[in-house]
């Protein structure tokens, strides 16, 4: 499997894995420990593209840069695409689209994508990790230059913006945003934080448990804990650090499941960290 960009639960026993480069999806199976083939999502990809009038999405580049997977509580995939930045809602087998969303990155920085190139603001640093958050929204990690959260939907109220984020992220309630459409939907900024402010590092993936959002680093080799994002400030505050053992390198994809971390790396290695001790499982 080409290097292992995301990961997500698809059940209690079975963790998705996806490649950036491939629109295969491999699970691992924790009962039989065996890595096998889940499914493949670029016929459905195509299909919608050919239905938006366009044959652009059946180039070879058109099907690559996934970097983040996500479920909710009805058994849908959400896959993130980071150049174009688009975010698909699939059905469980991948065989269908339902529905895509634009996160408009360009409103973050109040410019256009001309302008964002003029910035120097590299596409492939923009979409790297992604949250459902149950309101209906999305949370997506800028990689770098400099490192954004975002929050991206489609409208808030003036109330909302003095109030903090809640890191419970109930996924049963995610659907409303991603209505199921032939139309590709724009979510736009709701809230922004400054990662970069209180953080060399760079975003690689983000993971939620317990009301707390866990940001990873490739750069730092580091998971930062965050334990709410206020509204009311740009800027975000650690709650702790947790460093990853030096064996680790080019780490891409986190998800969390009781005290255990589930990390994956670009050696397409699927890497699994509880407390102090690490269990590396290769992938072919």
């Known amino acids: 499997m080409p290097g292992l960009s995301g990961s997500a639960w698809a059940s209690e026993e079975k963790l998705l894995l996806l ?19 889940y499914g493949d999502f670029a016929q459905a990809v195509k299909d919608f593209c050919r239905s938006q009038g366009s044959e652009a999405c059946d180039e070879k580049a058109k099907l690559t840069n996934w970097e983040a997977i996500a479920t909710d509580a009805q058994g849908n995939i959400y896959i993130l695409q980071e150049n174009p930045v688009l975010v698909y809602k699939l059905s469980s087998d991948l065989g269908k689209v339902l529905g895509v969303v634009r996160p408009r990155f360009e409103d973050v920085f109040e410019a256009n994508q001309q302008d964002l190139l003029s910035l120097e603001i590299e596409q492939n ?5 992604m949250v459902l958050l149950g309101n209906g929204r999305i949370l997506i990690s800028k990689e770098k230059y400099p490192s954004y959260l975002i929050e991206f939907g489609k409208e808030t109220s003036q109330a909302e913006k003095q109030s903090s984020l809640s890191l419970e992220f109930p996924q049963e309630a995610v659907d409303s945003g991603f209505e199921n459409s032939i139309d590709i939907i724009d979510f736009r900024p709701i809230s922004v934080w400054n990662f970069s402010s209180s953080s060399k590092c760079d975003i690689s993936d983000l993971s939620v448990f317990q009301g707390q959002l866990y940001v990873l680093s490739e750069k730092c080799n580091l998971i930062t804990v965050l334990s709410s994002l206020s509204r009311k400030s740009e800027n975000v505050e650690p709650l702790r650090f947790i460093p990853l053992p030096r064996a680790l390198s080019q ?4 998800s969390m499941k009781g005290a255990q971390y589930f990390i994956g790396s670009d050696f397409s290695k699927f890497l699994l960290s509880k407390k102090q001790s690490l269990n590396v499982l290769e992938m072919e």
């Not at 295969?24 to 890595?35: E, G, H, M, S």
């Not at 780490?251 to 986190?254: I, K, N, Q, Y």
């Open 251 to 254: 780490v891409e994809s986190l």
């Open 19 to 37: 490649s950036d480069r491939s629109t295969q999806v491999q699970a691992y199976d924790f009962n039989r420990k065996v890595i096998e083939f």
């Open 125 to 129: 640093s923009l979409g790297e990790g």
